[in-house]
């Protein structure tokens, strides 16, 4: 499923209809239908509802919404502008409907005789204001509308995007309706994984309306969302003749005095994950802990100082070439000063770098411009560490997290995982993929180490980088999302994530 702006939908309905062949009218019909199969299996006969009409196209698939509804159930139908604002294709629906014995109710001729519209004597409202060609805050009478709508007790299902919001990121106070749902038309809108306006869109349900793949791939669409069926399609598999030493040799290199427990949550989550043998570099200080807390791994105790990995000799006697994939900065700490692109720049393998690791790494960024050239760089900043890399505030980065992420990503040639809710994996190339698993109980530390090694594992497992990080956020947002059928929110660890990853690869594998 592709995840559109709403310049890039008009493109590829212009696509569609100029060089494919199908109609403006025929699309509308198609949208109205698919509307009304996903809402009529949840109606009751004793149902009334109500459709509130704009002028565009949003309109003209009120009206074929409204024409099918009112064989069955009792309907009433607004036109909120002027009659003569309606044209093109909804000028046509709109003929159809009343060809088909049905009226409307004038909104504009209505407030001229001051008769009141009680959204409160309906148990549905239909949304069907304003589409994704929605520029700027909602005039009159859309914006009191709005406002009379988000107050009513029925249930509110908008059509295609809540009216007054738009498609695209960077609307920090929306003016829209606060949907319960929202029947979403062949492709997810990016303003649905983005907040506020996240919030405004209830449960999303993204019904296909005939518009070939094609049209996506002309108009050169990047951005899908990651799917389940794409994850158990990807998925790695082992061979039968697999041996320790054949299924990846991992790195982690990470902890302080300060910070033992991020290192033991990354290598644990990597070996639930996958890999086959995996080494873990501390400071010697903390090597009886941590040594206790993971059992299966190898050790390289580094020398210490301030309770750090001595910067003088970090990794210096290690030979990177005895692995095949390093991940860094889980618990690193920041009192020592580390830099990253003299050591690893001629790694031959993939180089995740975390948490502190992305401290150490903004320090150096002049350095990893044309990227890394032996193998993939990932990074997996959440929001503030995405702020320090690029410079921005927090919140500008939250304001434009697609485009903030893919402007990065291409600069430094690295795939950038930018946490969050709705976590976006963009590639050097500036693709996206936008994880819709997880929950707020991955608010909590630890979380970002879990899926560190993870992806550690999945990148030795899986043939190919995007499947390797895309299948680690998704199943990792999984295993969040099965804890809380059981667990309180509030009562998720990094380690009840962990334990859970067994259960939620299986269940994923052989679904």
């Known amino acids: 499923m592709y995840v559109v702006t709403g310049d890039e939908m008009h493109q590829i309905d ?36 109500i ?122 106070r929306p003016i829209g309706v606060k949907a319960h749902e929202t029947y979403t038309f062949q492709s997810a809108k990016m303003s649905a994984f983005c907040f506020p306006t996240a919030n405004y869109y209830g449960k999303i349900s993204v019904l296909p309306i005939g518009i070939p793949n094609k049209a996506f791939t002309q108009v050169n669409a990047a951005r899908k969302v990651i799917s389940e069926d794409t994850v158990k399609n990807t998925l790695a598999k082992r061979m039968p003749d697999a041996h320790k030493g054949s299924v990846g040799k991992g790195l982690i290199i990470g902890g302080a005095k300060e910070m033992v427990g991020a290192p033991v949550l990354t290598t644990e989550a990597s070996l639930r994950s996958g890999v086959g043998l995996v080494t873990l570099a501390v400071p010697d200080v903390i090597h009886p802990i941590v040594s206790q807390k993971v059992t299966e791994a190898l050790f390289l105790p580094l020398a210490t100082k301030n309770g750090q990995i001595c910067a003088n000799e970090f990794i210096s006697n290690i030979s990177l070439n005895r692995f095949d994939c390093i991940a860094i900065g889980p618990g690193l700490g920041r009192k020592e000063r580390y830099k990253f692109y003299p050591i690893f720049s001629s790694f031959h393998g993939p180089i995740i770098i975390d948490a502190d690791g992305l401290y150490h790494l903004s320090k150096e960024l002049r350095e990893w411009r044309n990227g890394r050239p032996e193998g993939p760089t990932i990074i997996t900043p959440h929001p503030g560490e995405m702020a320090m890399l690029t410079g921005l505030s927090i919140q500008e980065v939250e304001k434009q997290r697609f485009k903030v992420s893919k402007e990065f990503a291409m600069k430094f040639q690295m795939y950038v995982v930018l946490k969050g809710p709705y976590t976006i994996v963009t590639t050097p190339s500036g693709e996206q993929w936008v ?77």
């Open 14 to 49: 212009r696509y569609t209809m100029n060089e494919i062949g199908l109609t403006e009218v025929a699309l509308m019909e198609s949208a109205g239908q698919a509307f009304c199969r996903q809402l009529e299996p949840t109606l009751k006969k004793q149902d009334k509802i």
């Open 435 to 511: 994880n819709t698993t997880g929950n707020a109980s991955l608010a909590k530390g630890g979380s970002g180490d879990v899926l560190t090694g993870m992806i550690v594992a999945f990148l030795l497992q899986h043939h190919d980088t995007v499947s390797a990080i895309t299948n680690a956020v998704y199943i990792h947002g999984k295993a969040a999302d099965e804890l809380v059928k059981t667990y309180d929110i509030f009562s998720v660890t990094a380690t009840d994530l962990i334990n859970e990853l067994p259960v939620v690869i299986r269940s994923i594998r052989y679904r």
């Open 51 to 172: 459709i509130l009409i704009g002028s565009g196209n949003n309109g003209g698939d009120g009206f074929v919404i409204g024409r099918i509804l009112k064989e069955d159930y009792n309907v009433d139908v607004w036109v909120i502008p002027p009659e003569h604002k309606i044209r093109g294709a909804a000028l046509a629906h709109m003929k159809i409907y009343e060809k088909s014995g049905y009226d409307w109710f004038s909104y504009a001729k209505q407030r001229e005789e001051t008769i009141e519209l009680n959204l409160n004597n309906y148990t549905i409202v239909i949304d069907s204001l304003l589409g994704t060609g929605v520029q700027g805050t909602p005039r009159s009478p859309y914006r009191e509308l709005i406002t009379k709508m988000n107050e009513t007790n029925g249930t509110i299902i908008s059509v295609d995007i809540p009216s007054g919001i738009p498609a695209h990121e960077g609307e920090v």
